[in-house]
């Protein structure tokens, strides 16, 4: 794409309310536009970063036989009486229609996939299945000054799981946990995951995956020598201790965002709604639930977080908005810009994904913007580029460059 045909432009500044640095930088960016407090709109950039999280999801869920759906984000609130959440789920939106009727916003989906299943699921030649959807959750939560790592609305994928017996959701759960471990890896994060309480979902195990940051809201410990990880609001052992599970190694306390987590829901939802299935004998059973959750846009706030510098946002590469940030700097010189678009085109003949900065402003400015913007690989083309033998590749990250000749740099990049 060429970068003149973006319809957003980066800024110097973020608006004064905003004290998030990953809203910040993706403001600046122009990735997203700030609504109000926890409410972001996702431009053309943002979009790309999103969409490519959201893929690595999908083909993760897909992997381990998750069915993609998308359910009704407007919920009938009689669903949320059945279950409570109507009078007890804190962060509910309700909505008072012209009409009187009244609806929620969805928060969750237990409340729509459980009747979705039970319409399927009659026997247990029916079960095990799993459904998941990646859209909009809204929550109206009390505050939300992490930008978009906590938004009243924002990204989330959801999955809920089915199952005739504990056994089979033992394993199905075990399976998804190893799956929320190669998204974030694949997303460029290195996640951990604590043994936490499932809180106001259930009495039974959750596990919450964490990234360590600063900009996260949950303190943790956790042991350096081994996987020993829990959230410091309900473990029973704290900072210094010795590691309760290798011995070797004293626990360190740190910030972090929970960028996932897994819950069993027991039999719950199943009982709200009277969902029962017949077992081999003939007999009614109620399935075992489970719900799987990925913040997918508090998982791209928090990249930015862990991985931004003081010149602006680092993309891995798997999630960039680009492959390639093309820079020209021709200074008028027909001659090269012909070479430049030349490149460009190139590139497009061989899906190299590239945005082209043609813009015909200050080379310090393309510059900045490149950093800001944060491809993973710049490619410089200008004068003094041709003269050192073609173009300049810069990597993001470590700032280091070499030369590579035009006609070489098509092959470099592929490799
Ligand atoms: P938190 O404790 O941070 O409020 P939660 O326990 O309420 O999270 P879930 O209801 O299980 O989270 O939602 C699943 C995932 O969605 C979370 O692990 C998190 O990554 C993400 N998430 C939850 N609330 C928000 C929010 N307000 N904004 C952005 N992402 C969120
Ligand atoms: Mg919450």
Redesign the pocket.
């Known amino acids: 794409m060429r970068q003149s045909h973006l319809f957003t432009k980066t800024r110097k500044s973020a608006p004064k309310d905003e004290v998030a640095k990953n809203a910040q930088l993706l403001i600046r960016g122009g990735f997203i536009h700030k609504e109000m407090a926890?409410v972001y709109s996702y431009l053309p950039l943002g979009v790309r970063v999103l969409s490519k999280i959201e893929n690595i999801i999908r083909e993760e869920m897909n992997a381990i036989g998750g069915q993609e759906v998308r359910m009704a984000t407007l919920h009938p609130s009689e669903n949320w009486k059945k279950t409570g959440g109507w009078d007890n789920v804190d962060v509910l939106f309700k909505i008072q229609s012209r009409t009187e009727k009244e609806y929620a916003l969805g928060q969750?989906e237990e409340e729509i996939v459980t009747p979705i299943a039970q319409e399927y699921a009659a026997s247990y030649k029916d079960l095990p299945f799993a459904i998941y959807q990646i859209g909009q959750?809204y929550?109206d939560?009390l505050r939300?000054k992490s930008g978009?790592?906590?938004?009243?609305e924002?990204g989330?994928k959801?999955m809920y799981s089915f199952h005739e017996s504990q056994a089979d959701f033992d394993r199905f759960y075990e399976t998804v946990k190893q799956a929320y471990f190669r998204v974030y890896q694949r997303c460029g994060l290195d996640a951990k995951v604590t043994e936490a309480s499932g809180?106001s979902f259930s009495e039974k195990l959750s596990y919450?995956?964490m990234v360590l940051t600063d900009a996260g809201?949950?303190d943790i410990v956790y042991c350096d020598c081994c996987t020993h990880c829990a959230n410091v609001e309900v473990s029973k052992v704290a900072e210094g201790e010795t590691c309760p599970k290798c011995g070797k190694s004293t626990l360190k306390k740190a910030r972090a965002a929970?960028?996932?987590?897994v819950?069993d829901l027991g039999t719950k939802y199943p009982k709200s709604f009277g969902f029962t299935y017949k077992d081999k004998d003939g007999n009614d059973q109620t399935p075992i639930m489970g719900c799987y959750?990925?913040?997918t846009?508090?998982?791209m706030g928090t990249a930015v977080e862990v991985l931004a510098d003081e010149k602006g946002i680092v993309w891995p590469e798997t999630i960039a908005p680009f492959d390639v940030h093309l820079v020209a700097i021709t200074g008028g010189n027909a001659e090269l810009q012909a070479e430049a678009d030349k490149l460009y085109e190139q590139f497009k003949e061989n899906d190299i994904d590239v945005l082209y900065d043609d813009r015909d402003i200050r080379a310090g400015e393309k510059f900045a913007d490149a950093e800001l913007i944060g491809i993973p690989t710049r490619l410089v083309i200008s004068e003094k580029t041709m003269q050192e033998g073609g173009v300049e590749v810069a990597e993001r990250k470590s700032g280091s460059t070499t030369f590579v000749s035009e006609s070489g740099i098509i092959e470099h990049l592929q490799k």
Do not use: H, P, W, Y
Not at 148 to 152: L, N, S
């Open positions: 926890g969750s959750k929550r939560e939300a978009i790592m906590r938004g009243r924002f989330m959801d809180g919450e995956f809201e949950d929970e960028v996932g987590n819950f959750g990925i913040g846009t508090r998982l």
